[in-house]
């Protein structure tokens, strides 16, 4: 069956620094994959796509990797800030979506 | 625009009970879906509509149903409550009827089931 992960763990990461947020896949082959923030209490909040094509993604901070053959994509967000810890989920989309557990993630000031 | 809204926010329920968690957008969307959260689990998809009057079943089934007569609404009904039920739902919307775009999530609804 089709099945994601993402670090289990929480990540702690120091202010200023990059982090870098995983998201491996099997069984699957996605059409597009997509990242989501979740604040607590609150529904999740979209922040990037990447299609089946596409080897990098950029926006502001943010930068997306997805590589289809080691089925992997890597989330980084470089200069963090307090405000971005976040649980970050990534879903894979094809006939359907599915999402990872997320991974919560903790900027440290 | 209010984009995606969720009623009620919270709902707590005896065993056997029904109900209906409304869910309704207004950007015109074509795909909508319903998802429920559980610590450890993530978001698991329950039902989803590519369109007015097209439903399918996600992952998790078993124990809802759904209905879309209009673009705007998809109410997620639970038939006869029971406590496994007990969970975060959100509901979520996407321009076309594919899920090649992004998706608009709604504030959500917590459900508990006595």
């Known amino acids: 069956s089709q099945k994601i992960e993402q670090n289990s763990e929480a990540l702690n990461i120091q202010e200023g620094k990059t982090a870098t947020l995983t998201c491996n896949y099997t069984n699957y082959s996605p059409a597009y994959l997509q990242w989501y923030r979740q604040d607590p209490g609150r529904g999740p909040v979209f922040l990037l796509l990447?299609?089946?094509?596409?080897k990098e993604k950029r926006k502001e901070r943010l930068k997306v990797t997805f590589d289809t053959t080691l089925k992997q994509s890597l989330f980084h967000i470089t200069a963090s800030q307090p405000a971005d810890s976040a649980t970050y989920l990534c879903a894979l989309a094809g006939d359907k979506i599915i999402f990872g557990k997320g991974t919560r993630l903790h900027i440290l000031p | 625009n209010a984009g995606v809204t969720q009623t009620p926010k919270f709902q707590v329920l005896k065993t056997g009970q029904s109900m209906t968690l409304q869910c309704a957008q207004d950007m015109n969307h074509e795909y909508m879906s319903w998802y429920r959260q559980d610590p450890g689990m993530g978001l698991r998809l329950i039902h989803y509509s590519v369109g007015a009057g097209i439903t399918d079943q996600g992952e998790v089934p078993n124990g809802y149903n759904v209905s879309r007569s209009t673009t705007e609404d998809f109410p997620l009904r639970l038939l006869s409550a029971a406590p496994s039920q007990t969970s975060v739902y959100f509901c979520a919307s996407s321009p076309t009827g594919t899920t090649m775009n992004e998706q608009f999530f709604g504030p959500g609804t917590r459900l508990t089931v006595l």
């Open positions: 990447i299609r089946e094509n596409e």
